[in-house]
């Protein structure tokens, strides 16, 4: 069993000449991947040099990996963080690719995505979390056009039954929770909104939020906004086809 689950592990330096399936694990390209690396790297280095992967305080300073480390360099922890988010999957299956407890893995994810945001940060790429910092955002973007919309991700369900209904989404027939996002044309996420519980319908999300926009941009949503109509700013929403006749050509988008 234990010959198996080597011959599972993933490992950067033997999947990066892969670029499908790099791009596929990780909705990243290799000089992306790379790009993002380089300025990961020495934040995961110096905090996995006085910490485990437990996130305990070392008696003594690591400035090598063990011989039987799973993940011993950061290009290593790098991949392990986002295969685990972009595939969503349980912690004990990410655990048996590394060949690590369901424990190791929940703490090891934690750590990551805190040094994962650290870097983000400090590369100036973290998204607004406020509508300040969101103004500022598009404020200093060379876009006029921004897509704007909520998205839900599956949870794990709870054990109360009170709270499984408040995360139950009717929508997408499942348990999950919701974000507002904003994002430019090529995708870049330039806010997220604090967390919500599933069922919450995109435009209450959007009333709870208030976000301010700056005058002459535009934005595209879909039809769960309709009715929303701030001052100065042009709203782009997709026309419903009726029955019968073809959409007109300014109707289509």
């Known amino acids: 069993m234990h010959e198996f689950v080597i011959l599972l592990m993933l490992k950067y330096d033997e999947i990066k000449a892969n670029e499908r399936r790099l791009l596929a694990l990780t909705s990243l390209k290799g000089g992306e991947f790379d790009y993002l690396l380089k300025h990961f790297s020495p934040i995961c280095e110096r905090y996995f040099r006085y910490h485990t992967y437990e996130g305990k305080k070392r008696k003594l300073p690591a400035f090598k990996p063990h011989q039987d480390e799973k993940l011993p360099t950061s290009s290593d922890k790098l991949l392990f963080l986002l295969t685990y988010l972009k595939g969503n999957q349980l912690q004990e299956f990410h655990g048996a690719v590394y060949d690590l407890s369901q424990a190791k893995v929940s703490s090891l994810v934690k750590i990551l995505q805190r040094l994962l945001d650290e870097t983000l940060h400090k590369m100036g790429l973290s998204p607004a979390r406020d509508s300040e910092g969101l103004v500022k955002q598009l404020q200093n973007h060379p876009d006029d056009t921004f897509n704007h919309d909520a998205t839900e991700r599956p949870?794990?369900?709870?054990?109360?039954?009170?709270?499984?209904?408040?995360?139950?989404?009717?929508?997408?027939?499942?348990?999950?929770?919701?974000?507002?996002?904003?994002?430019?044309?090529?995708?870049?996420?330039?806010?997220v909104s604090p967390t919500y519980?599933?069922?919450?319908?995109?435009?209450?999300?959007?009333?709870?939020?208030?976000?301010?926009?700056?005058?002459?941009?535009?934005?595209?949503?879909?039809?769960?906004?309709?009715?929303?109509?701030?001052?100065?700013?042009?709203?782009?929403?997709?026309?419903?086809?009726?029955?019968?006749?073809?959409?007109?050509?300014?109707?289509?988008?």
């Open 155 to 191: 949870i794990e369900r709870k054990t109360d039954y009170e709270a499984q209904k408040e995360d139950y989404s009717g929508k997408s027939k499942a348990h999950t929770s919701k974000n507002e996002i904003v994002s430019d044309q090529a995708s870049e996420l330039l806010y």
């Open 197 to 253: 519980e599933g069922k919450t319908h995109d435009k209450a999300l959007l009333d709870e939020e208030q976000l301010t926009w700056i005058v002459g941009i535009k934005l595209r949503q879909d039809t769960g906004y309709q009715g929303y109509n701030p001052a100065g700013v042009t709203i782009l929403q997709p026309t419903k086809k009726p029955r019968g006749p073809a959409l007109p050509t300014n109707k289509k988008k």
